[in-house]
């Protein structure tokens, strides 16, 4: 788990975000929440980890670190996608790609 707090922290700072400017974001009330999260003082509820995600503008696979069953499971529930779920994925991978965070 501390993996998930540490990633947090990198990512906020490669951001430029302020610990208050994340909590504004996922919801806390204040910068305290986010200095004890980034600590590994305080867990996260699985109901913010999107949140999270969402805010520092990436996936929550990466803030928990993804592992190679991780990849499994999205490649097994891509396949199950119809194709209209399946274009719409691919448009969001699309779009991370061109932001140029990620590449192939």
Avoid: C, H, W
Avoid at 12 to 20: D, F, K, M, W
Avoid at 45 to 66: E, H, R
Avoid at 71 to 94: A, C, H, P, T
């Amino acid at each position: 788990m501390l993996e998930l707090y540490q990633n947090i922290k990198a990512r906020r700072i490669e951001l430029g975000l302020s610990q208050t400017q994340l909590a504004e974001l996922t919801g806390y009330a204040d910068k305290s929440a986010i200095s004890k999260i980034e600590k590994g003082m305080r867990d996260i509820p699985q109901s913010k980890l999107m949140a999270f995600a969402v805010a520092l503008k990436t996936t929550p696979s990466d803030l928990v670190g993804s592992t190679e069953d991780n990849e499994y499971r999205l490649i097994e529930m891509f396949g199950k996608l119809d194709d209209e779920g399946q274009n719409k994925v691919i448009e969001y991978v699309s779009d991370i790609l061109a932001s140029g965070r990620y590449s192939i």
